[in-house]
């Protein structure tokens, strides 16, 4: 009989030697497609996120109410003139999109106080809500104001009325007197936030209401 040659014993040990190296290969490549999916999987769900952080941002930066003019209702509290009545006219920001009013809260602050308000057509007695805010419509060519409550045009106008002098249940105790000044901020549904510095003049003698 003839016996292993050292060719064959080379030969034996090339071809073992190939067998691994192909497994490791093919492990390699089975690593390498785990891990490229995992890393689409990741990039795709950190697009989808920055997405919708990048949506929400700018939700808050444009989805929100402009001031268009301010007038204070001069009225009589305790023998002294002072403002007993805001009324805010208001349109949509530059681009943006429906503004749900009811959906909106406000938050109104003094010197000496601050107070959060909500739609009169939502409250409820037993609300964590200090007061009201009212509205109603000056300029909207579909009714979109009475019928659904939304600013849905860059032409659409409401009227925001707040109460400061007590009058009813659901109104504030924040009159405003010659010199004196509050902050109110509007915030809409989807966090646009727009906020109004309101001074009252320095006499308000003879006077029925003036600008804010």
Request: proline share 2%; aromatic share 4%; charged share 20%.
């Amino acid at each position: 009989m003839f016996g292993r040659t050292d060719d064959d014993n080379r030969d034996r040990d090339r071809g073992q030697v190939g067998i691994g190296t192909l497994i490791v290969f093919i492990a390699m490549v089975l690593v390498a497609a785990i891990a490229a999916g995992v890393l689409i999987n990741t990039a795709g769900f950190l697009q989808s996120s920055a997405e919708e952080s990048g949506e929400q941002a700018s939700n808050q930066v444009t989805n929100r109410l402009v001031e268009v003019s301010t007038v204070g209702t001069v009225g009589d509290v305790s023998g002294d003139a002072a403002v007993t009545e805001i009324e805010i006219t208001t349109r949509l920001a530059p681009g943006s999109n429906d503004v749900d009013l009811d959906g909106a809260t406000m938050q109104w602050v003094t010197a000496g106080s601050s107070n959060n308000l909500v739609s009169s057509n939502i409250y409820e007695s037993g609300d964590n809500a200090d007061g009201v805010f009212s509205y109603e419509t000056l300029r909207d060519d579909d009714t979109s104001i009475s019928g659904d409550n939304t600013l849905n045009d860059p032409v659409d106008r409401a009227i925001i009325t707040v109460s400061i002098n007590d009058q009813n249940t659901e109104d504030i105790n924040s009159p405003l007197e010659p010199g004196e000044s509050a902050t109110l901020t509007i915030s809409t549904q989807s966090g646009g936030e727009t906020t109004l510095t309101l001074v009252v003049p320095d006499s308000l003698s003879g006077k029925s209401s003036v600008s804010l």
